[in-house]
């Protein structure tokens, strides 16, 4: 059981479904900025865990996608789980490394500061 559950946050696939989602997210938030404004349409599509519909507030709201702050998360765990499980640490690998950690840093940052400030 736990063996499914570390390949399933260190799947490649779980990397590209997050970055479809991601994109399909931008390109939607895009649009909504016409209509909401581009202040509201960063709290509701871009800064939530959910994206939420209808988002007007009529007494009930359903969930239809996961918001930036979810795939952003997702993504974070998926890249710091397949980087501990797959890359072996080299010199000749250092590039790489550095890379990586440097996705790590702006994610973590970005995700800690949109949620904490």
Request: aromatic share 10%; net charge positive.
């Amino acid at each position: 059981m736990l063996r499914k559950i570390v390949d399933l946050f260190t799947s490649l696939k779980l990397t590209i479904v997050c970055l479809a989602a991601g994109m399909a997210l931008i390109f939607a938030g895009t649009l909504a900025q016409v209509h909401l404004g581009i202040h509201e349409a960063q709290q509701r599509y871009f800064q939530s865990m959910l994206v939420w519909w209808p988002a007007e507030g009529r007494g009930f709201r359903i969930p239809i996608f996961p918001g930036g702050h979810l795939i952003g998360a997702v993504l974070l765990v998926n890249l710091i789980a397949a980087h501990a499980k797959r890359f072996r640490w080299s010199w000749r690998k250092l590039g790489i490394h550095l890379t990586h950690a440097g996705l790590i840093i702006m994610l973590a940052g970005g995700l800690f500061r949109s949620l904490c400030g």
